[in-house]
Structures are given as C-alpha cells and as structure tokens.
C-alpha cells in the first residue's frame, strides 16, 4: 500500500517555474514506477512525466520535454517535478501516481495510487 500526497502547486505567470513534490508512505515506494499525470476541465488525465524505480530512466511528454525534469530520492520517499518555462497551456490538476512494474509508464491505467491532484495556473 502507498499513499501519495502532492503540494507545490501554485499560481505562476508565464515563462514562470514550479517545483511539484509528492511525498510516499510505505517502506515500498522504492519499488514503484512513478509518473506525473495532469487534468484540465472537460479533458482526460494525459501524461507528463514518469521515472523507473531506480531513476535510471525517464520518460515525458513530447508537450514537456526540456521544459520539465522528473526526480526521485529513495531515501527520502519523495518524486519531484520541476516545471520551467510554464505556459498557460499547462494549467491543469497535476496528480502523482505509482505504478509498481513500470512496463508502460506513460499509461493512465497500469497506475495502482494516486495522490489527490494539486492546482496549476499559468497566466498569459
């Protein structure tokens, strides 16, 4: 069992940043995939970044890439999404999930926990 609490999120105008952090419950959170999904209104949940368990693969989002850098801290139980150059298409309810075998990580439904979601607003 793992629990995922997400904060950071915040008000930011464009070209702005963000840190997102998401802290895991479990002494198992080191064997869980994590990924970083986001919902705006009347849209589905779409991918924006994933980490395999070791950290030594990653994967984004065409819509993010160079833009946003995924880590993760075993020790510490935390996964991390640092956000740069923000535009206000990335406003949205950013959730974190994880995904214990990490085969499809940019998959909505291989996800097994999911946080409660944190707000993102970009003004133009």
């Known amino acids: 069992q793992v629990q995922l609490v997400e904060s950071g999120g915040g008000f930011v105008q464009a070209g702005g940043s963000l840190r997102l952090s998401c802290a895991a419950s479990g002494r198992t959170f080191s064997s869980y995939a994590m990924g970083w999904f986001r919902q705006s209104p009347g849209k589905e949940r779409e991918f924006v970044a994933a980490?395999?368990?070791?950290?030594?693969?990653?994967y984004y989002a065409d819509s993010v890439k160079g833009r946003f850098t995924i880590s993760r801290d075993n020790a510490k139980n935390t996964v991390n999404l640092q956000m740069n150059s923000l535009k206000p298409e990335d406003t949205a309810v950013y959730y974190c999930?994880?995904?214990?075998?990490?085969?499809?990580?940019?998959?909505?439904?291989?996800?097994?926990?999911w946080g409660q979601g944190t707000q993102v607003t970009v003004s133009s």
């Open positions: 980490i395999s368990w070791s950290g030594g693969s990653t």
């Open positions: 999930a994880a995904d214990l075998f990490g085969r499809r990580p940019t998959v909505v439904d291989v996800y097994d926990y």
